[in-house]
């Protein structure tokens, strides 16, 4: 089966620009992720979908970040506008199932680095 | 509130020896846990995941983790480890009952020596 797909892979921008990430899920996987990975850390969930209703965004920046998952398949998290502290490792996962018994199954990553 | 340790930032082991990566949680009941892969550039991959049942479990590329609850640790082992184990690994939890929230460690590095 195809992997989780994210675009781009590298992306550099200055600080105060916007910027979006890209994610397709493997096929049939109704739960999607979006995870933050800083330098030397584990991912810290962000966002988690359920086909196309976001059911946990607590951790979600909500003043400069948004992410939308039209239709219940793709998704995209955008920043705006990026700041320094936001270069990190921006991960999507998705999952069979809802619950914590489904593995994740993550993506390359797209690696974000704000000048 | 949950939590996950990985007490080692990175250990150097040389290649054919045995590994031991350490992980301790907190948490008020028995959680959902698992043990990922890294590698450079590249995405997290699942080894193996301890749901209930027997406390050894096999994984993928010849690990196995052990869950000891009175320790609240869940180890991870592999008897011989291949230059290609050289990677980032993460220890993560989720609750059994109720919430969907994965939590990870903050990895472990490890370098294998020729």
């Known amino acids: 089966e195809a992997g989780v797909v994210q675009s781009p892979r590298y992306k550099i921008i200055e600080k105060k620009q916007p910027v979006a990430f890209w994610c397709n899920p493997i096929s049939g996987h109704n739960t999607l992720y979006w995870y933050r990975q800083n330098l030397g850390q584990g991912p810290e969930l962000l966002i988690r979908?359920?086909?196309?209703?976001?059911?946990?965004d607590s951790q979600l920046p909500k003043d400069r970040f948004s992410a939308e998952r039209l239709k219940g398949v793709d998704s995209t998290l955008k920043i705006q506008p990026a700041e320094l502290g936001d270069s990190a490792v921006y991960l999507c996962?998705?999952?069979?199932?809802?619950?914590?018994?489904?593995?994740?199954?993550f993506g390359n990553g797209t690696r974000l680095t704000v000048t | 509130a949950q939590s996950v340790t990985q007490p080692d930032i990175h250990i150097t082991v040389s290649e054919g020896a045995s590994l031991e990566l350490r992980c301790n949680y907190s948490?008020?009941?028995?959680?959902?846990l698992f043990w990922y892969v890294q590698s450079p550039g590249q995405g997290l991959q699942l080894l193996l995941k301890y749901f209930s049942g027997d406390t050894l479990v096999q994984g993928i590329k010849g690990f196995e983790a052990e869950f000891k609850r009175s320790q609240s640790s869940f180890n991870l082992r592999k008897p011989s480890v291949h230059w290609s184990d050289a990677a980032e690994y993460f220890c993560?939890?989720?609750?059994?009952?109720?919430?969907?929230?994965?939590?990870f460690g903050a990895g472990t590095r490890l370098f294998v020596k020729a």
């Open positions: 979908y359920e086909n196309e209703e976001a059911v946990d």
């Open positions: 993560a939890v989720g609750p059994s009952t109720g919430g969907f929230k994965t939590i």
């Open positions: 996962a998705s999952s069979l199932g809802q619950g914590n018994n489904s593995p994740l199954h």
């Open positions: 948490y008020g009941a028995t959680p959902y």
